[in-house]
């Protein structure tokens, strides 16, 4: 949603933040009315109420049609997210990561500034699992997932 609002209005801009909104809720509310699986990433601060409560309104969005929301948190050290925020994927799948010095800058600050990880034992809802990726591939993510949640694996996939 925001690599595809700030192509259209700008970074950080009325419009953007208006659009990215709207998108946002468009793709949630479209996965519910068509009970489609879902995996959407987001920065969350979890010093802000306003993050927390955005969380929580969507975790009752859908369960309130009988779905399921699993809030799945992943952690790394700086290093590793630094790293991993100018690989060829990111910056092929994210055109907002090409400014790499603002991508990096953008990065380190929004750290500084937010707690980027809940505290020990703080639990977002009731199905919260965090997990430290830092020296984890993402099949490996996607594994530990599956198993806390007892999901079962979408055979469509291939490896």
């Known amino acids: 949603s925001i690599e595809v609002s700030d192509k259209i209005f700008g970074r950080g801009t009325p419009a953007q933040k208006e659009l990215n909104k709207i998108i946002r809720k468009g793709a949630f509310e479209t996965a519910i009315k068509y009970n489609i699986d879902m995996i959407f990433t987001i920065v969350t601060a979890f010093d802000s109420p306003e993050d927390i409560e955005y969380l929580n309104n969507l975790r009752i969005m859908f369960e309130a049609t009988g779905g399921q929301f699993y809030f799945v948190e992943l952690e790394a050290d700086v290093k590793t997210r630094l790293e991993r925020n100018v690989t060829p994927h ?12 603002r991508s990096q800058k953008d990065l380190l600050e929004t750290m500084e500034k937010y707690r980027l990880n809940s505290n020990h034992g703080e639990l977002i809802c009731p199905n919260h699992v965090k ?22 694996k979408n055979q469509s996939i291939k490896k």
């Open 90 to 101: 990111r910056l092929q799948s994210k055109f907002t990561k090409n400014d790499v010095e």
């Open 131 to 152: 997990i430290n990726n830092t020296n984890l591939e993402p099949d490996e993510v996607a594994e530990q997932v599956i198993n806390y949640f007892q999901l079962q």
